[in-house]
Every structure is written in C-alpha cells, then in structure tokens.
C-alpha cells in the first residue's frame, strides 16, 4: 500500500483521508492541516519521514518561478529542513505538466473548453508560471494578478515578459519575508474580503489557486468559469449560491473533494518510485493519464 501525505500550513477544517485504488495499488491520501502553526507542521513531517511514500507541502510554495528561473522560499526550507529520506513536493512538477497539457490540450480538444480571446483573470503567476504560459499560448487575454492579490498593490501585468523581469528583481525579496505576509495561512483562508472587484466583473474566467480566489471573490459570480484544485464540498456548494456557471478543476473528485497539486505529484511520485528531478513534464501527464486521472468539470449553474 501506498502512502501520500500533504501537511499543510491552512486549516485543519479542511482535513481529509481518502483510500483508494490507482493501477492496482492500494493508495491512502491524507491531507492534514496546522492551521498556520509552522512547528506543529515541522514536527509532522520529521515524524512522516521514511514512513510514507511522499509528502506534499500545502498551503507554502518551496519555489516561485517566472520562465527558468527558480526562487527558493526560506520560510518553505526551514519547514522541512528536518526530513531526510521521504521526497518532499510541492506540485510544481503538475503545474508545469499537467497544467499545461489539460488548458493546451485535453480541454479544447476533450471537453469543447477553448480559451482563446477570453477575458482571464490568474490570480497568481509566480507559483503558477506553467499555466501562465498555457493561457498565453492558448490566446487568452489574460491578466496576472500577482501584485492585487499578494501584495494589494493595483498594478495589473498582461504579459509573460513582465512577470518575468518583476519577478527577477521583487522575488529574491519576497521569499525571504515571512510567507505569511504574501498567501493566506491557517484561519485566514476561511475568510472572505472581496477585493478589486472589478477584476472579477472583467474576467470570464477565473484561475490559480483558490484560496486567492476564495478569499478575494465577491458574492456576485454568476456566469463564471473557475478553473482551480483544492475544492471542498462546500466550496462548491458556495461557488453556486454565488452564481459560478461552471467549476474545473485540475484533479478529479475523490469522495467530495479534488486534492491540490502537491498531492497529485506525490501520487506519481509513489506510484513510479522515482524523483520529481528525475521526471520529465511529459511523463507527470503519461502516468495520470495511465491512472485515469481527469479533470473534473461541472456545471454548477445554467446558462
């Protein structure tokens, strides 16, 4: 049997334990929040280690990235400074695969989902760079919304190389400040403070990470797509009331929920028994597409 453990710095109400069959292989997927408490959740991955098949790391990045360049985020090292023998991931390896492949390829071609000319908001780039790129490939007309939503700055980005050229002068900074500061941890990712709402008036489609969305969304959604990963049945169930048409996300469903990135990736990573180092970003998409693995898309209100 398998195991893979995401720890996570966001709330423990979010916790869940999922056993299921992938390949033929049992597999136990656990989630399991500190509720921002960075030395419960060091102490629960020292006390994983060598005893699971890969740890995720939720709610914290270990890398931000704009185009090659990779900037390590202190806070992130220091969680897990303490494990020695289990991989650690933190889904950067699906959101520069999978990510890609499901906007490029799998939903124009498999579920009639174009992007092109659509009015897309990304609430974050630099820990989503690999679905950046996608959304400008596919020829969307996309707006990063690093700076409004990390930061709270309005200062919107519309291209590729502007992301890349703030990012190589604000980020060797920014990931050195308290990671506290720049993503909602613990209780704050139950919040809910509308921010720039006309942003989300813009866009047709929101995407990235859903605790930037969650936290920042207005009540009025309606007509929306929301494309995104670490959907509860409540979340969902919020998304309607507030009108989202239609809600994807980049992992299927699992007994109520769709698992974050990281999760994903240590499901490969335990299935395949190698490193993230050591898997190419066609061989991440070969083994969810060989375990079945789809996004899920559903229509949450008519049009």
């Known amino acids: 049997m398998k195991r893979v453990v995401s720890v996570s710095l966001g709330s423990s109400t979010r916790d869940k334990r999922v056993e299921t069959e992938i390949l033929g292989e049992r597999v136990v997927i656990e989630r399991i929040g500190t509720d921002g408490n960075t030395a419960r959740y060091r102490a629960l991955v020292e006390e994983l280690d060598g005893r699971v098949d890969a740890i995720g790391m939720g709610g914290i990045d270990l890398y931000l990235r704009a185009g090659r360049a990779r900037y390590q985020v202190r806070d992130a090292v220091r969680l897990i400074r303490g494990v020695r023998h289990t991989p650690v991931v933190d889904g950067g390896g699906i959101k520069n695969s999978w990510e ?3 906007i490029l390829e799998y939903l124009p071609k498999e579920a009639g989902i174009s992007f092109k000319d659509r009015r897309v908001l990304l609430v974050s780039s630099v820990d989503r760079y690999g679905m950046a790129e996608a959304f400008t490939q596919a020829g969307a007309k996309t707006l990063f919304g690093d700076f409004y939503f990390a930061l709270g700055v309005p200062i919107p980005m519309r291209s590729l190389a502007t992301v890349r050229l703030l990012a190589a002068c604000l980020l060797p900074v920014f990931t050195k400040l308290p990671f506290q500061l720049l993503y909602p941890t613990g209780g704050k990712q139950e919040q809910n403070t509308p921010r720039f709402p006309h942003l989300f008036r813009w866009a047709e489609v929101l995407a990235g990470d859903f605790h930037f969305i969650r936290r920042y969304m207005p009540g009025d959604l309606r007509g929306k797509t929301i494309l995104t990963q670490t959907v509860t049945r409540e979340d969902t169930e919020e998304l309607r009331r507030r009108g989202t048409r239609t809600l994807i996300t980049v992992s299927p469903e699992m007994d109520g929920r769709s698992f974050a990135t990281n999760v994903l990736e240590g499901i490969v ?5 190698r490193r993230s180092e050591d898997l190419r970003p066609e061989e ?4 969810l597409l060989r375990a ?3 996004p899920r898309i559903e229509t949450l209100t008519p049009a």
């Open 100 to 102: 890609k492949y499901l």
């Open 269 to 273: 990573l335990a299935l395949s028994g």
């Open 284 to 287: 991440y998409v070969a083994w």
């Open 292 to 294: 079945g693995f789809r």
